[in-house]
């Protein structure tokens, strides 16, 4: 990931041999990004290089679906505007997407309580019931007794934290909860701090379509423990207005296991091992903190 690095000469000659109207326009650096390298490209747009095995089929399902959701969206997204096909200079897709003003939320987390409201507008916007042949994920969307038998040593990154018991049992009973039963909707499938945007304290932006995909909207829904300040949910949960105690169970038991996720990759930043995230780590126990007030 952060080891593997591609030159602006090379996004250059990318865009000249494809998109040469947008050559000349000035091209700078993002410190960021996991599966994809990233460029700004003039003052709107963003150039981005897949540099993971899976990143060119990310990139495909937000250039076949990101746009035609994008309209409908409260929020701006780096919705694709112009795709890079493969070629002799480089063997796989590429994008120019819309480029989302703000920090990413591990670096400036949303501290605003009205932020609530917006996530809710979002994901009430977002969840309407995907088309036949939308994308599907084996780890977003899905029934959370599906994941439980592999989720078990993910305890082990707070074996010896104070949350460790209550977090275990949040997530005992998000898998004992009644499974989705309606229609799969359309989600954004990975809603934690680096893939939203903040400007001064707001939610400003949802960025990272890749893992976007239909299913249970309780993986999006637990979003209102990963990204929103403390004593937040519920003023979410009564926006969004769409989620039953269920749900909401199960979305608890997404957020323990996204900040499982979050506290992993932190540690192995802070440890300086290859993919390690260290801004990730304090977020990922914010989310076990909230989610545990809301018991």
């Given amino acids: 990931m952060d080891e593997i690095r591609f030159e602006q000469s090379l996004v250059r000659a990318l865009l000249r041999d494809q998109h040469p109207d947008l050559a000349d326009l000035e091209l700078r650096d993002i410190n960021g990004g996991w599966d994809n390298q990233v460029w700004r490209l003039g003052e709107e747009l963003a150039v981005r290089l897949p540099r993971t095995a899976r990143a060119p089929a990310l990139l495909r399902t937000e250039q076949r679906w990101l746009p035609l959701l994008a309209n409908r969206l409260p929020l701006p997204t780096p919705t694709p505007v112009r795709i890079g096909e493969p070629s002799s200079m480089f063997e796989h897709t590429w994008t120019i997407t819309r480029w989302v003003e703000g920090e990413p939320a591990d670096r400036a987390p949303v501290v605003r309580v009205d932020a609530a409201q917006a996530l809710a507008k979002f994901l009430g916007a977002l969840h309407h019931?995907?088309?036949?042949?939308?994308?599907?994920?084996?780890?977003?969307?899905?029934?959370?007794?599906?994941?439980?038998?592999?989720?078990?040593?993910?305890?082990?990154?707070?074996?010896?934290?104070?949350?460790?018991?209550?977090?275990?049992?949040?997530?005992?009973?998000?898998?004992?909860?009644?499974?989705?039963q309606g229609a799969p909707v359309w989600l954004h499938g990975d809603l934690h701090p680096a893939n939203v945007v903040v400007r001064d304290g707001m939610l400003a932006g949802v960025i990272d379509f890749g893992d976007m995909c239909a299913g249970d909207p309780a993986t999006d829904l637990s979003a209102a423990w990963i990204l929103l300040p403390a004593g937040a949910a519920s003023q979410f949960f009564d926006a969004y207005g769409q989620a039953d105690e269920p749900t909401i169970t199960r979305a608890r038991g997404w957020a323990v296991l996204r900040a499982l996720g979050l506290i992993q990759i932190g540690q192995n930043g802070r440890r300086g091992l290859p993919g390690g995230k260290s801004t990730w780590e304090p977020a990922g126990y914010a989310t076990l903190e909230r989610v545990l007030a809301a018991n």
């Fill in 129 to 180: 019931q995907a088309p036949t042949g939308a994308p599907a994920n084996p780890a977003r969307g899905i029934p959370l007794a599906l994941l439980h038998a592999g989720v078990g040593s993910g305890f082990d990154v707070i074996a010896d934290h104070a949350s460790a018991d209550g977090a275990r049992e949040v997530w005992e009973k998000a898998v004992a909860a009644p499974a989705w």
